[in-house]
């Protein structure tokens, strides 16, 4: 009976190796099968969606018609070159450049101290020579909303109201535009934002929050090197004190025989001490003593 025990024992103990595994390997393809399953799950309620490709707005903008004609009617020297006095914005130009990238800056506020210095001319003139580096985008927004005066500068009829755009009722691509292909080499790297009509209550508007917000989404959607702000008169309302917390630094435009050193001091005095002045640009300058503007 030890006899028979022992054989029993050892036929059960020396089964084929193939016999033993078959349920083993039921056992791991079955559990495999459930963890892919329960990985399909998971993986399902994990997923989020694809992001959509980013829109290229800067592509996306309307053009400008390029008129030379009109151009140097309106005086916009810096685009057919015809008068010497377009050197001096290529100068400029290389001085506003070269600051900004040293002190990391963007924003530029164009102000004047009262009406009638040529602020305007000098944005867009300013505007027209940054395009013409090929690695600096730029953009100019037209931030008198008292009275603004690009789109009748460039020949734009109706582009649209400035104010709505900030308050985010019309599109980026709606609001700014870019120069089409043309001959007098205004370069693609320029997009201006124009405004056809005043705002009743611009500095309340320049202060809010919404602006704010807007700029920063602008800046998203085109990336610009710089953006230069054209602002109204300085001392005539108190629109460029509103908007003092949107721009790095102040280019100021003071007209020759017109603009009083004092009258550029109390600019900057309501301004505060911590706004950089950048420059002071004297226009219509024949015959005006420059020292008197000396900074």
Not at 55 to 61: F, G, N, S
Request: net charge neutral.
């Amino acid at each position: 009976m030890v006899k028979y025990v022992l054989r029993r024992n050892r036929t059960e103990t020396e089964q084929p190796k193939e016999a033993k595994s078959a349920p083993l390997l039921e056992r791991v393809a079955r559990h495999a099968a459930e963890a892919e399953a329960q990985e399909r799950v998971v993986r399902a309620a994990l997923r989020t969606p694809e992001p959509a490709p980013k829109r290229d707005v800067w592509h996306a903008l309307p053009q400008i018609p390029v008129d030379g004609r009109l151009m140097d009617e309106h005086l916009i020297i810096t685009a057919t070159r015809h008068d010497p006095a377009h050197a001096t914005f290529d100068v400029l130009r290389t001085r506003l450049v070269q600051t900004l990238s040293e002190k990391g800056w963007r924003r530029v506020a164009i102000t004047s101290p009262t009406s009638g210095c040529g602020k305007s001319f000098v944005s867009l003139n300013l505007a027209i020579t940054l395009s013409r580096y090929d690695t600096c985008r730029t953009v100019l927004m037209d931030m008198d909303l008292r009275k603004p005066s690009l789109a009748g500068l460039l020949g734009i009829p109706n582009p649209g109201s400035m104010g709505d755009w900030l308050r985010g009722t019309r599109r980026t691509d709606q609001q700014f535009r870019r120069f089409a292909p043309n001959g007098l080499k205004i370069g693609d790297t320029l997009a201006v934002g124009l405004n056809d009509r005043p705002e009743p209550y611009a500095a309340e508007l320049l202060q809010s929050p919404d602006t704010r917000a807007r700029i920063e989404q602008m800046e998203a959607e085109l990336a610009p090197d710089i953006v230069l702000f054209d602002l109204p008169p300085a001392l005539a309302q108190d629109d460029v004190i509103a908007f003092r917390q949107m721009f790095d630094g102040v280019l100021m435009v003071a007209r020759g025989n017109q603009t009083k050193s004092a009258e550029i001091r109390e600019v900057m005095r309501r301004l505060g001490e911590d706004v950089p002045l950048l420059g002071v640009v004297l226009n219509g300058a024949e015959g005006a003593p420059t020292e008197e503007y000396g900074y």
